[in-house]
């Protein structure tokens, strides 16, 4: 009798009823499975299927508070499948949290940079986080429709399309692809750092060869401001190296907004430098938060005269979270 009790007494302690492993057990097995690889158990019905939470690059892309959100408030709130109940009620914010954690904890891999590191995506500066997205962007008359596509934990490729609408006979101004390789994050110290390649070939307006290699980073000191920043060279076929751009942001977040100010700095090797100011605002038009856009405006400092403010604007969905119609 006294072996039998201390055995339940030593269960008990390893597997306490608060424990986030407990807890995926009573709330999110009989959807999820047992080992959270989405397969529900036989007597449940889903209209949607559930997420594997094994894989890595669904779990780790989106920020800790966000799961903890759509945990305790229900895929409702979020215009997700009506399938995932919600558990404000049934537990305390500390079991939520613990569960969302071991959910997160099945991934198993290390080297994913976390989604609290995902940064809301600035005008000018190339963000340093890899993503799965659809870019939709306009400077005055001039458009850039971008496709970015993660490969793995920490590489994207990119490519993107170009047009003016000025009256000119050749409306198609030409493409480029990039890649974008992370190579350190810190979850600790909110930060990552990114490297990349753009290459645009001579099609459309462009006329040679042009490479421009890049530095990308993201910080959040305190968690009160967002900092974003990229140092891009310049090289074309003919002439060479062509100078340097300097571009630097910084944020706060509001809710579902945003405001931010930019400042770029291009310092050609032949020829006059200029500074301009982006004063913008991001906002989260989705729910979910898969799908935002962005407002603002370029505003010439100095540089070489005729030079105009211009409004620009994007708008983006984050594919890798959902499909577009979803989430609102």
Same mark, same amino acid.
């Not at 809301?120 to 001039?142: C, H, N, Q, T």
């Given at each position: 009798?006294?072996?039998?009790?201390?055995? *339940?007494?030593?269960? +008990?302690?390893?597997?306490? +009823?608060?424990?986030?492993?407990?807890?995926? =057990?009573?709330?999110?097995?009989?959807?999820?499975? %047992?080992?959270?690889?989405?397969?529900?158990a036989a007597s449940t019905r889903l209209e949607v299927p559930p997420a594997d939470l094994h894989e890595c690059k669904g779990s780790t892309a989106e920020t800790e508070d966000r799961w903890v959100k759509i945990?305790? !408030?229900?895929?409702?709130?979020?215009?997700?499948?009506?399938?995932?109940?919600?558990?404000g009620e049934a537990g305390t914010? =500390?079991?939520?949290? %613990?569960v969302v954690r071991y959910a997160r904890s099945l991934c198993g891999e290390l080297g994913w940079p976390p989604g609290e590191l995902?940064?809301?995506?600035?005008?000018? $500066?190339?963000?340093?986080?890899?993503?799965?997205?659809?870019?939709?962007?306009?400077?005055?008359?001039?458009?850039?429709y971008i496709y970015e596509h993660r490969l793995g934990k920490r590489l994207q490729l990119e490519v993107s399309a170009g047009s003016v609408f000025d009256g000119q006979p050749q409306a198609f101004q030409g493409v480029t692809g990039a890649l974008k390789y992370n $190579?350190?994050?810190?979850?600790?110290?909110?930060?990552?750092?990114s490297l990349g390649l753009e290459a645009?070939?001579?099609?459309?307006?462009?006329?040679v060869w042009e490479m421009e290699p890049f530095l990308a980073f993201g910080a959040s000191p305190g968690r009160a401001l967002v900092v974003q920043g990229e140092?891009?060279?310049?090289?074309?076929?003919?002439?060479?190296?062509?100078?340097?751009?300097?571009? $630097?942001? *910084?944020?706060?977040?509001?809710?579902?907004? *945003?405001?931010?100010?930019e400042a770029g700095w291009t310092v050609?090797?032949?020829?006059?430098?200029?500074?301009?100011?982006?004063? !913008?605002?991001? $906002? !989260?038009?989705?729910?979910?938060?898969?799908?935002?856009?962005?407002?603002g405006a370029e505003l010439p400092a100095t540089g070489p005269e005729p030079r105009h403010p211009r409004l620009i604007a994007f708008v983006l969905w984050d594919f890798g979270d959902a499909p577009l119609f979803r989430g609102w």
């Open positions: 009798m006294l072996g039998g009790m201390l055995l *339940v007494l030593a269960l +008990a302690m390893q597997r306490p +009823a608060d424990s986030g492993a407990a807890l995926f =057990a009573s709330w999110c097995k009989s959807c999820h499975g %047992a080992d959270g690889r989405g397969t529900p945990v305790a !408030q229900g895929g409702a709130a979020f215009g997700l499948s009506l399938d995932m109940p919600a558990f914010p =500390a079991q939520i949290r %613990a995902n940064f809301p995506r600035a005008f000018l $500066v190339e963000k340093a986080y890899p993503e799965d997205e659809v870019v939709i962007s306009d400077r005055g008359r001039g458009q850039d $190579v350190w994050h810190s979850l600790e110290r909110r930060a990552l750092v645009t070939p001579p099609l459309g307006r462009q006329d140092v891009q060279g310049s090289w074309e076929e003919t002439e060479g190296f062509g100078g340097m751009s300097y571009r $630097v942001g *910084v944020g706060h977040e509001l809710g579902r907004f *945003v405001p931010m100010l050609p090797a032949d020829g006059e430098r200029t500074v301009s100011l982006y004063p !913008q605002v991001w $906002v !989260q038009l989705s729910r979910l938060g898969h799908v935002a856009g962005s407002l």
